[in-house]
């Protein structure tokens, strides 16, 4: 078993990022220096305008779902925010004991345990820049060394443990994607290597085989599958075989099963994500029988004989056992939101991370019980969301609003934007969104044309007209909320982060009546210089995206920059930049601000140091109360008391 990263490609927790509002009476603004200074405490004014109710939710303890050794799953270790940021923990199940394995000032966010349970692997990075290497401590405590010796710096592209001590690991560089092998005592050998990106999935569990996802074929976003065989004597891997759909058909490699070669991989050959199973060696594929609407994706149950399947739909998450040997589905109850994470213990027993719009995450068993609870109280519930669906230029958009509780409509209306672009908004507990709600916002969510969890087509719409395509989807759900009465068209503001921040900064520029006044976290601000400087596995994104590189297609490009239409911003704009950010990197968030002051429009910045947002709880409130200071001065709120939520 192994930990998931925080982040995904061009993404960070989007629901760490909210925003903020209108323009009236809006004072001059000194370009670039005005807002809070990153790391600075929060104005004593300020904390008491705003009350400590949506504090209290960013300073609840949160717990991710646990992960366990596999030849000893009384070992495990789960991430906790309860020391002040991310960081990783040690737990043992059998008397309970837990300790803490990280602590670093800016956070960890990944780490894996070995199959014997001896050890515990996690990702070294310098202030969240994600460049750096593995490094590996004793399950019961001591020093941390290199866990591979001789491997250099990279970007994570997955790792995969054996139980015999070798260690498989995808690296992402400048150069493109490579698969290394570390055994105690040798030298890291390379495995794979490409200059189009990958990453590594799974080593079988008997170490003679390993899969990747491969973009060879030059299409990043629509991978192919590739299963070698491995010899760790030799420090050398021959391919077995690969699975590819073709141009615009995606396969991605998950786990192989616990008792032999069987991969079980998600397709998307009838338009929707699905799981089959491949076995590279037999060359037969077998695609399952699920009638279930929605996006699925699935993992093993201990014995091979079945899969947890999770369904998403229409934002929330549905669980069920499809057993192997007789094509049936079983639910596996859970309540209603969204279940971040499932698997499913030696015995059996499903262990699943849940939360809803209304209430905090928890992480519980199949038979209801609480696995593991994070310390200290929790955080204050929230209101319940309501799914509104608006017939936009591409079809149907799905749309989650969060209503405040006191006040009457049109109410000041926050377009909360998700990043991704590949991800999706859910019925989930957000502090950032309970925090406007708190305040008197509405909160729209929109699940625009590029997002997952409602097929293919719509994921793959926005080709060829990047950004734009999503705005109009976002325009449609604008339109519908203040023609119902929900939202008031003075009080409209627009915010995101990542490529929620980049289609906020977009938004302003391409519909400027539209919008009061807009807030970007993290984002793209000059498409031609993020590409220069970001990360490569995002390069060989963009160029799936966009058909190439801006060399290679500049109008496309111009067309989808924010900087292209930054003379046409009206309102006032709040921009939010990590300084080590290797996503959103921060010269090209420089150009865009050097645009504005040249054509004199009002901006503020807060700059901190980490990278794509940050896993520390008191940064993480000093960035969403710059938001909300910046929003309810806008709109002329700012002297209420939101501890109360506005009238």
Not at 435 to 450: I, K, L, M, P, Q
């Amino acid at each position: 078993m192994s930990m998931e990263v925080l982040s995904a490609p061009r993404s960070p927790h989007t629901s760490d990022f909210v925003s903020g509002q209108s323009q009236s009476g809006w004072p001059e603004v000194a370009p670039a220096t005005a807002g809070f200074a990153a790391g600075a405490d929060i104005p004593t004014a300020l904390l008491g305008i705003m009350g400590e109710r949506w504090q209290d939710r960013f300073r609840a303890a949160r717990i991710s779902l646990p992960s366990w050794a596999r030849e000893a799953p009384d070992r495990a270790l789960f991430r906790s925010d309860s020391s002040g940021a991310w960081e990783i923990y040690a737990w043992d199940r059998a008397n309970g004991d837990q300790r803490q394995v990280t602590k670093r000032e800016h956070g960890t966010s990944a780490a894996v345990i070995d199959p014997t349970g001896e050890s515990i692997w996690w990702f070294d990075d310098t202030a969240g820049d994600e460049f750096g290497v593995w490094r590996r401590q004793p399950f019961t405590g001591g020093a941390d060394d290199i866990a591979i010796p001789g491997l250099s710096p990279s970007y994570q592209g997955g790792i995969a443990l054996g139980a015999s001590g070798a260690a498989l690991v995808g690296r992402s560089t400048d150069s493109g994607f490579s698969v290394h092998l570390g055994v105690p005592g040798a030298p890291p050998a390379v495995l794979y290597s490409h200059r189009e990106e990958g990453d590594l999935a799974d080593l079988s569990t008997d170490e003679s085989l390993f899969a990747i996802a491969h973009s060879e074929h030059g299409d990043s976003r629509h991978s192919a599958v590739r299963v070698l065989r491995l010899n760790i004597a030799t420090a050398t891997a021959e391919p077995v075989a690969d699975l590819w759909d073709g141009p615009g058909k995606d396969l991605t490699p998950v786990k192989f099963a616990p008792t032999d070669h069987r991969l079980l991989v998600l397709h998307e050959r009838q338009g929707t994500r699905q799981p089959l199973i491949w076995d590279a060696e037999a060359g037969t594929e077998r695609e399952l029988a699920l009638d279930l609407p929605g996006e699925l994706s699935a993992g093993w149950y201990p014995d091979g004989r079945a899969l947890l399947v999770s369904q998403k739909h229409e934002a929330r998450t549905t669980l069920h056992r499809y057993d192997l040997d007789t094509d049936t589905t079983t639910l596996v109850p859970t309540p209603r939101g969204l279940v971040a994470g499932a698997a499913v213990r030696p015995e059996g027993t499903v262990e699943y991370s849940w939360s809803s719009s209304e209430s905090p995450p928890m992480v519980r068993d199949s038979s209801d019980r609480v696995v593991l609870a994070p310390p200290g109280a929790p955080a204050p519930p929230s209101v319940p969301v309501v799914d509104a669906t608006v017939e936009g230029p591409g079809g149907p958009v799905h749309a989650l609003v969060s209503i405040p509780e006191k006040g009457d409509s049109p109410y000041p209306t926050v377009f909360t934007v998700h990043g991704g672009p590949q991800s999706q908004d859910f019925d989930s507990f957000s502090p950032d969104v309970a925090a406007w709600v708190d305040h008197g916002f509405a909160v729209v969510r929109v699940n625009y044309r590029g997002s997952t969890g409602y097929g293919s087509a719509w994921r793959d719409a926005l080709e060829g007209r990047v950004g734009l395509t999503e705005l109009e989807d976002i325009k449609a759900v604008r339109d519908w909320a203040v023609g119902s009465g929900l939202a008031d068209p003075r009080r409209l503001v627009l915010e995101g982060g990542s490529w929620g921040g980049y289609l906020t900064l977009l938004g302003l520029g391409v519909y400027p009546e539209d919008w009061s006044t807009g807030i970007a976290v993290v984002p793209v601000a000059d498409y031609e210089a993020a590409y220069e400087d970001e990360m490569e596995g995002l390069r060989a994104f963009d160029r799936s995206l966009f058909g190439g590189s801006p060399q290679e297609v500049p109008d496309l490009y111009r067309q989808s920059s924010p900087i292209t239409y930054a003379e046409n911003v009206r309102v006032p704009v709040l921009i939010l930049a990590g300084e080590n950010d290797p996503r959103c990197p921060i010269r090209q968030i420089d150009n865009y601000l050097a645009r504005l002051t040249e054509l004199g429009r009002p901006f503020e910045v807060y700059r901190f140091n980490a990278g794509h947002g940050s896993f520390v709880v008191e940064e993480r409130i000093r960035h969403m109360a710059a938001e909300l200071e910046f929003a309810l001065r806008g709109t002329g709120t700012g002297q209420q008391d939101p501890a109360t939520p506005l009238t």
